[in-house]
C-alpha cells in the first residue's frame, strides 16, 4: 500500500488523485461527469480497485482510477463499504431503496433492509474493522443508527441516550477499540463505550455548528477530528475528568457506628489509570474512630486506623464509578455536634500518565463537606418508647378486633336513637 497516494470524489463531479500525499492533484477521470461523487471505497487486499458511489449509481476502477464502469445503477448511493477481510463483499447505502450487499466484488447486489426503513437521507455505512459482521448503518431523517450483526441480514436501532437519533451524519469506530464509536449527529458528537448500546454526549464538541464528518487519530485514538459546518475542522483530545461524591449512613449518636459510601465517577472520555499517588485519599477528623474501608467496584483500598487515613489507587474507566464504603464510630462527648468530612480526589486532566488534577468530594445532598449532626443521648430512648407504645397498640387491636367492632356499633345505635 501507498499512504501517499490518495483519492478524493468531488460534488463537482469528479474522482481526483494525489501520488504525493495530497501535496498536488489531478483529475484521475471524468466519465463520472453527470454523477456527483458522494463516497469513495477501497479494497484493502488489492489498492488499484476503487468503487465510487454516485448520484447514478456505484462504479467500479481495476486500474487505480484510470476507467471506471457501472457495476450498480441506482438513482443515489451515498456511501459504500468494503468487508476489511473478505474485500469482495460490498456494502452501498441509497437514498430510496435502502441498503445493498454485494457477495462477489459488485457483480450482483441484492437489498438487505430486514429491519431498516428506505428513503434514508445521507444514510453512511461504518464496519466493524476487527469482525466486519458488525455494522452500523445511519441517516438524517430517519431511523438514525442501526446496527447489523449478521452481515446486514437483519438491523436493529442503536439509539440509546442519542439526542437528534434522527439527524446523524456519520459513525466512527476506534480501529483499536472497536466497541468505541463515535456519532456526528444534529445535537453534537456522542461517544458509545459499548458498541452502540448507549451514548453520551461530548459537550466539548457541541452542535453549533453541526459536525458533518469523523475522524479519528490512528496514531491516537483519543483524538477525534470534526468537520463542522462551514468553520472548518474542530480537534478533540479525550482526558478523565474524576468527580468524587461522599454520602453517609448508620447511628449517629456517640458510639454510633456509620458508613461512608465515596463514589469516584470518570465522566470524562479517557480512562483514567493507576498513576503514581493516590487517586484518592480521607483523613478522618478526630470524632471518628476508622474501623475499615472496603472496595465494591476495583483498584486497591488501605485503611491505616492509625492515622484514621484511607487511600484508594487504581484504574476507572471513562463512563465508570469505584465505590468504596467506609466504616467509622462517633467519638464520645459529641452529643449536638457537627461532624464534617471531605475527601480528596486526583486525576490525570492531560492524558501525560502524571495526576495533576484534585477535588473535593461533595455531599449528594447539596455538596461541600459530608456533615453528620450527633443525635442528644436522651433523644434516643425517647423514641424507643414511643415505638412500644405503638407496637403495644397494634398487637392489641389484632387480638381484640371483635371487641373494638361492638363498641362502634354501641355508639352508632345510641345516636340514631337520640
Ligand atoms: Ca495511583
Ligand atoms: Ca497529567
Known sequence: MSPTTLYAGSSGDRVYKSIDAGATWSLVYDTLNTHQVNDLAM??????????????????????????????????????????????ILYAATLIDGMFKSTDAG?????????????????????????????????????????????GASWNAANNGLMWST??????????TPSTLYAATWGGVFKSGDAGANWNAMA?????????????????????YAGMNGTGVN??????DVTGSMDVNGDFIAGGTVFYTVTLANIGFADQSDNPGDEFIIALVPDLTLVSATVMTGGGVVATPALNTITWNGPIPWGE?????????????????????????????????????????????????????VFKEEIIPTLSAMAMVILAFLLAATVLP???GNSLRTVVDMKQRS
Open 402 to 404: 371483635r371487641k373494638v
Open 43 to 88: 479494497d484493502p487486499t488489492a489498492t488499484s480497485t476503487l468503487y465510487a458511489a454516485t448520484w447514478g449509481g456505484v462504479f467500479k476502477s481495476t486500474d487505480a482510477g484510470a476507467s471506471w464502469n457501472i457495476v450498480f445503477a441506482d438513482c443515489c448511493v451515498f456511501s459504500l463499504a468494503v468487508d476489511p477481510i473478505a474485500s469482495a
Open 204 to 224: 466539548t464538541l457541541g452542535s453549533t455548528p453541526t459536525p458533518l464528518d469523523l475522524a479519528i487519530d490512528p496514531g491516537n485514538p483519543r483524538t477525534l
Open 321 to 373: 464509578a469505584v465505590e468504596i464504603e467506609i466504616e467509622a464510630i462517633i467519638g464520645p462527648d459529641t452529643e449536638g455536634q457537627v461532624i464534617s468530612n471531605q475527601g480528596q480526589v486526583s486525576f490525570d486532566s492531560d492524558d501525560d500518565g502524571v495526576n495533576d488534577s484534585q477535588r473535593t468530594t461533595e455531599s449528594p445532598k447539596g455538596g461541600g463537606p459530608t456533615t453528620i449532626t
Open 107 to 151: 457483480a450482483i447486489w441484492t437489498a438487505v433492509n430486514t429491519g431498516a426503513p428506505g428513503n434514508r437521507w445521507k444514510s453512511t455505512i461504518a464496519i466493524d474493522p476487527v469482525t466486519p459482521t458488525t455494522l452500523y448503518y445511519s441517516d438524517t431523517n430517519g431511523t438514525g443508527i442501526l446496527k447489523s450483526l449478521d452481515a
Open 167 to 176: 439527524g446523524v451524519y456519520r459513525v466512527a469506530i476506534d480501529p483499536a
Open 235 to 240: 480537534k478533540l483530545t479525550q482526558f478523565s
